[in-house]
């Protein structure tokens, strides 16, 4: 081999591959994008040319993190980070092995990871900087649970393909606003972070209080209708309808 590919951003949500792949039951209990109003839960039509309505795109309303086909070749690494926000993270290995080094999210091993990456010349392993670096291994069949803010590193001993996600909940509230706080010192851009996380957070906070009042507070957003019925038409014909 040449090249060491590494692919770990290929998000299946709404894909044939939903057919084969679902997260753990636990993860979809306390996912805070479960509480995502189904009036916003689409696809918004976009049409590239109005004279031409075959050629058409898709603009996704809704947090799509939860269900990632990762596939790395043998001896490709992934520094260290912590997921997005702080998000918990579930990890299925199906084929071949995966090695991490976990970090606890103390106050201490934050403030030292900020340092280090905002230092370019340090290339030290960062599990040499703090007090305490757990190498967990996850072999094939195996899933493993990381909780919010964790900092993690990946090794890939071998040739694998894993499937995993992320998701926030209530649980874990203090830690995610403190990966947030976080990653605003750090100036990430916006494909760095958790996509539309504020309007998960106002879905979860309507979600509590509809529970509470009874009272709903979410206003449906416009669809296309012809535009979505036409792109529901044509997917329906080709076999490739997928429920959103």
């Not at 299925?92 to 340092?115: D, T």
């Not at 038409?233 to 959103?244: A, C, F, L, P």
Request: aromatic share 12%.
């Amino acid at each position: 081999r040449k090249t060491t590919v590494n692919s770990i951003s290929l998000e299946v949500s709404g894909t044939g591959m939903m057919d084969h792949v679902q997260a753990p039951d636990l993860v979809r209990e306390l996912d805070l994008a479960s509480q995502w109003a189904d009036s916003q839960k689409h696809r918004k039509v976009k049409f590239e040319k109005e004279e031409d309505p075959v050629v058409f795109s898709y603009v996704n309303k809704y947090p799509r993190v939860e269900h990632f086909c990762l596939m790395s070749a043998a001896e490709s690494y992934t520094g260290f980070h912590i997921d997005f926000h702080g998000s918990s993270v579930w990890y299925h290995v199906l084929e071949g092995e995966k090695i991490f080094f976990i970090i606890e999210p103390s106050e201490e091993n934050i403030q030292k990871y900020e340092r280090y990456l905002k230092d370019k010349t340090d290339f030290r392993f960062f599990g040499d900087i703090v007090d305490k670096c757990t190498r967990v291994v996850i072999k094939a069949g195996q899933t493993l649970m990381l909780p919010s803010g964790w900092i993690h590193a990946v090794f890939t001993p071998k040739d694998s393909l894993v499937f995993g996600g992320n998701f926030i909940h209530p649980r874990s509230l203090e830690m995610q606003l403190k990966i947030i706080a976080h990653e605003n010192k750090l100036n990430l851009n916006k494909g760095e972070k958790y996509p539309q996380s504020d309007q998960v957070f106002l879905h979860y906070i309507e979600h509590v209080v509809k529970n509470t009042t009874g009272q709903c507070h979410i206003r449906p957003t416009p669809r296309n209708r012809k535009g979505l019925q036409y792109v529901g038409q044509k997917y329906i014909e080709k076999g490739n309808h997928r429920k959103i």
